[in-house]
């Protein structure tokens, strides 16, 4: 039977991947007591990243939106990989976003806000998480978006 989270993706229109492998050496999720700490994520849909470049010059705002959008897609995806199941996530603790920008580029809350906004349509009040969002030079494979995060996770 269904988890309510396992429905709620499913009314959203969210598919997770079916398995997030790590693009080097390190696991993308590692338990340890009741947290649970998720790897940096990057917008990857298949083997590809989907959104690649620099927010503000060549990335529109929009899209590093969908680019955090698919990052925290891939965020719950790990969480279930590494856990089995949804149902076991008791909170969303802290998400990391890193912003692949100019130097002018002022708005990586905005982006951030997208990736927040998702994980709270997933996890309801569960959710609400403490966040940074900062803006980088440079991010692995020229990703405009990487986000990692903690979740909290009942015995």
Do not use: W
Not at 10 to 21: N, Q, S, Y
Not at 120 to 126: D, K, L, N
């Amino acid at each position: 039977m269904p988890s309510d989270i396992d429905r709620r993706l499913r009314t959203l229109g969210i598919e997770l991947p079916d398995r997030v492998a790590p693009a080097a050496n390190y696991v993308p999720g590692v338990r340890r007591g009741d947290l649970l700490f998720i790897s940096g994520q990057t917008p990857r849909v298949g083997s590809a990243i989907a959104v690649t470049g620099k927010v503000g010059e060549t990335v529109s705002l929009e899209d590093a939106r969908r680019a955090a959008r698919i990052c925290a897609t891939r965020l719950i995806a790990v969480a279930r990989d590494v856990l089995g199941s949804l149902d076991v996530v008791d909170g969303v603790v802290e998400l990391t976003v890193y912003v692949h920008s100019t130097p002018q580029f002022d708005q990586p809350s905005q982006v951030a806000d997208a990736a927040s906004d998702l994980i709270a349509e997933v996890f309801g009040a569960a959710g609400r998480h403490a966040r940074s969002a900062v803006c980088v030079a440079q991010l692995p494979g020229n990703a405009a978006v990487e986000i990692a995060g903690v979740f909290a996770v009942t015995s």
